[in-house]
């Protein structure tokens, strides 16, 4: 995704656009536009956008709402099977959290001030999630890009948790999904020194899931979604539950709550289209039920 020069403005155009209000901080593409690799859009993705550019996408509260907003809408929608979430412009996905917005806050404000009442309704949505980063994933960026299920990374990003140089520490999720992603002894030398990593140390890491060249990221970020979303939808939210229960249930829970979706499975119409095409030797046709 690339930035592009606004047009000039005229008077007349100008009264419109006040006329419809200000931008929206969140911007929702359904279908999302076609991979270089796909012929044609492809409806069951969403394309989710932050586009805050004038402040590296920075997450205020007004963005969370909106990504908040966006994702419940996009993950009860039976139609939607993979969503995708990028930053607007080459700079940044998410440069962290608007500081001059916290600055001043106190315990009692911080909350809502940082919008984190959102964060546990981003966790919770069942549609996968693939993250295309460029730029910046700093702080709240980084905790974002934690919070999705596939991470692609253009060869231009940078991640890192620096809130211990603000004299506070990451606040929505960084120390528990980086510890889990990256190891405690990797996790605790980022957090404790804010030391930023380019987008290959987050690969080796295992921090993100592929590294692309940076022009390519959304369309191989939508390519990704492309495949997973050609594939049975209950079966792929089941897949998603059960692999985020490993990181926090017990092993012997996790294989309980593994074994227990297995099974549901078998009572859906995708499991038996899926078998029967095996055995028949075609395409399966999946309907989603």
Known sequence: MTDTAPAPTTEKSASADAARGPRPVV????????AFSLGEPDPAIALVTIDRPEALNALDAAVLAGLADAF????????CHV???TGSGTRAFAAGADIKAMAGASPTT???IGGFEHWATLAGVGVPIVAAVRGFALGGGCELALLCDVVVAGDDATFGQPEIKLGVIPGAGGTQRLTRAVGRARAMELVLTGRSIDAREAERLGLVSRVVPA???????LELAGRIAALPPIAVRAAKAAVNAA??????EGLARERQAFFGLFATADQKEGMAAFVEKRSPRWTGR
């Open 83 to 85: 969503i995708v979430l």
């Open 72 to 79: 419940t809408r996009l993950d009860t929608d039976p139609t």
């Open 247 to 252: 990181q926090e249930l017990p092993l012997s």
């Open 27 to 34: 911007r929702v593409d359904v279908p999302a536009p076609a």
């Open 215 to 221: 022009e390519e990221t959304l369309d191989r970020a």
């Open 110 to 112: 911080i909350g809502p």
